[in-house]
């Protein structure tokens, strides 16, 4: 499924209307009966009240409003605006010529309400005047009634998702056409409440370059295949750097979450120091040393056994250090295979080789995927986080595409792309937002990466699988007290759900 800003969505909906002939009341006729329809899956009985705004989410009230009248169904419809875009005022008359009346307040007695406010062209703060009326329907909401919003929740920002002051809580945001960025970022996640798409036919320009939602069917597309005439060979060699005195759990969680990713071989680079913290604990993960002591010092002989590895992680709770720094750059020149960067690796790159990012991205050998997090990312790239937020995907997008890199900006719903591809993550739940599941990330991503998938499908993936297996665990213990350590665990199930249903 496809997942697009309010500039696409425009642009695919004058192609629809201008080139390709189909006319805009027809369009907002299918988009009032996908409404109208999802209304009554909510609602099988009892009032439904349809709130519209003077645009042409207004529109699609109306339609859905007259749709159900004809159904035999107790509507009514609530509407105050000034202005109106043509296509409303057309269906607002058709709903007065079948005898449908207007209201200024909503009922109380409500079964459902159907928002139809605001479209994804929202940002900003709501008028004074739909203040009231937001907050009506939310306290509506919690004494039980359902709402519908139409293609997003009135008060949330269709580009970024942000919610500036209040917006409408959904129980399912139908949207129309395609999926729309505002319902997955920022805010627009916890208000969109289940997100649904309905199909009105609108064709999207050939030319388009559309982010996509990672689901089950594309994860179920990327699983590495295991032949049974194999061995351990086959299936790649992972080499995790990771670790230092003040952060040893770093280390194990991305080195145990490697080995439970299908990889051959998972090997874990640290200083000596840290050795006997690990010796035995899992005796299937290679112990290496970067250097002696507690902490990464760079060390080129041992740095060479590196690059007999098909993948690489590095940087998680190594500590921000010039040494740390010089040890990313010498992979960035050297390194042939996936290269992946996150955490410390990161902070290390941006405190000590901020200027020369452009040289050394631009002379890498390898296949290179950022991991970081919007405070990483801001410092890496000198990009307040406030404007990462307010551009939705366009500069993490515009970051990846000048240096050449693959980037997964983590968050709640993670955005990956290398600058052409965008991939949308929804999957996962809040019991992720502990320390330690960057870790577990990173570990899962090398493992994968070095089974065959490039950078870009392994992170793709590896999200996915880290966002199943913690809602395998948010089922069994809710999301309060489980772990990263939890995750890894369940790990092995999130891959049986994905290979035998291609819709989990």
């Known amino acids: 499924m496809y997942v697009l800003t309010n500039k696409q ?24 009966l ?10 099988p009985s009892g ?52 005898g449908g009346e207007i209201e200024r307040e909503l009922p109380a007695d409500c079964a459902l309400i159907v928002d139809c406010l605001y479209g994804t062209g929202f940002k900003g703060s709501l008028l004074n005047a ?20 139409a293609d997003i929740p009135s008060g949330v920002n269709g580009e970024n998702g942000r919610v500036e002051r209040l917006a409408v809580q ?25 997100i649904k798409r309905a199909d009105i036919r609108i064709q999207l320009l050939p030319e388009g370059r559309y982010a996509r939602l990672m689901d089950g069917a594309l994860a179920h597309s990327l699983l590495p295949v295991r032949k049974r005439n194999s061995h351990k060979g086959t299936y790649g060699r992972a080499a995790i750097v990771a670790g230092s005195v003040e952060y040893t759990g770093a280390a194990w969680l991305a080195s145990s979450a490697c080995l439970r990713s299908g990889v051959g071989y998972t090997a874990l680079f640290l200083p000596s120091e840290l050795l006997p913290l690990y010796a035995l604990k899992a005796p299937e993960i290679l112990l290496k040393t970067t250097n002696e002591g507690g902490r990464y010092a760079f060390n ?16 998680m709770g190594m500590g921000v250090s010039e040494e740390v720094a010089m040890g990313a750059a010498w992979l960035l020149a050297r390194y042939e295979g996936k290269l992946l960067l996150d955490a410390d690796g990161l902070n290390s790159l941006a405190a000590y080789r901020k200027e020369e990012l452009p040289r050394l991205f631009g002379g890498k050998k390898c296949d290179v995927v950022l991991t970081p997090h919007g405070k990483e990312f801001s410092r890496l790239t000198g990009i307040s986080v406030e404007e990462l937020i307010s551009e939705g995907c366009a500069v993490a997008q515009s970051v990846a595409e000048k240096w050449g890199v693959n980037v997964l900006l ?20 809040s019991g992720q937002a502990k320390g330690g599941s960057g ?14 998938l490039s950078a870009y499908d392994g992170c793709a993936l590896g999200a996915y699988l880290c966002g199943k297996a913690a809602e395998l665990v948010a089922e069994e213990i809710g999301p309060y007290s489980m772990t990263p350590s939890d995750v890894i665990a369940y790990l092995g199930r999130a891959f049986l759900l994905i290979a035998k249903d291609s819709q989990a």
């Not at 002939?21 to 009032?32: D, F, H, I, N, V």
């Not at 989410?57 to 202005?83: M, P, Q, T, W």
């Not at 993670?414 to 739940?429: E, H, K, M, N, Q």
């Open 47 to 98: 009032k439904i009240t349809c709130v519209c705004g003077g645009g042409n989410n207004g529109g699609d009230g109306f339609v859905c409003a007259r749709i159900l009248k004809s159904r035999n169904r107790n509507v009514h419809v609530v509407f105050y605006a000034e202005k109106q875009s043509n296509d409303c005022r057309v269906n607002m008359e058709k709903w007065q010529a079948i």
């Open 9 to 32: 969505m425009r642009e695919a909906d004058a192609y629809t209307i201008q080139t390709l002939g189909t006319p805009s009341l027809l369009l907002m006729e299918r988009a009032g």
């Open 130 to 149: 739909d203040m009231g009326m937001v907050e009506r329907i939310n306290a509506l909401k919690t004494s039980g009634m359902k709402v519908l919003a």
């Open 170 to 194: 959904a129980d399912v945001t139908l949207c129309i056409g395609e999926l729309k960025t505002g319902v997955f970022l920022g805010d627009g996640i916890d208000y969109a409440g289940e």
């Open 34 to 43: 996908a409404l109208a329809d999802e209304a009554e899956k909510l609602a």
């Open 439 to 452: 870790d577990v990330l990173s570990g899962v991503v090398a493992g994968l990466c070095a089974t065959g």
């Open 410 to 429: 983590k968050n709640a719903v993670s955005v990956l792309t290398d600058g052409d591809r965008t991939t949308l993550c929804a999957a996962g739940c």
């Open 300 to 315: 080129e002989e041992r740095m060479e056994d590196l690059l007999q590895y098909d993948s690489i992680a590095y940087g």
